[in-house]
């Protein structure tokens, strides 16, 4: 885990604490109090992100995470897990896989060699950072 950051809560309530943090990119906050299943997860995903349609499974969320397109142009894109501690209790496995999707994630926004053509024009790299906030 060398990409996804951790955060305290407090740190993330100040972060939090005003305007000016929602004019420096697109921030999704997920709740991990009732996300025990990766379907759970994808549709947390898909409502946070506006997905223009439903994802199924790793590779439908992939996808979509992987493109962005109707969030225009964003300097910055960050998903805050809330209460981290509680995402996919159950299953430490999923919890590794899905961790694991999300460290491929950061590297795939990073490597300009995958940013496809976005309104007519060359897509950029992307500052997408994933943190973890107990």
């Not at 300009?112 to 790299?125: A, H, L, S, V, Y």
Request: charged fraction near 35%.
């Amino acid at each position: 885990m060398k990409e996804i950051k951790k955060m305290r809560k407090e740190e993330f309530k100040k972060l939090n604490d005003g305007t000016a943090f929602w004019k420096t990119g697109y921030h999704v906050i997920i709740s991990c109090n009732y996300i025990q299943t990766w379907e759970q997860l994808a549709e947390a995903l898909g409502n946070a992100f506006q997905f223009p349609m439903r994802n199924e499974g790793f590779d439908g969320t992939w996808d979509w995470l992987t493109d962005l397109s109707w969030l225009g142009k964003q300097p910055r894109i960050s998903i805050y897990f809330y209460e981290s501690e509680k995402l996919l209790k159950g299953d430490r496995k999923l919890k590794e896989e899905v961790l694991n999707f999300f460290e491929e994630l950061i590297e795939f926004w990073r490597d300009e060699e995958n940013i496809g053509f976005i309104d007519g024009e060359k897509g950029k790299p992307k500052d997408f950072r994933v943190y973890l906030v107990d």
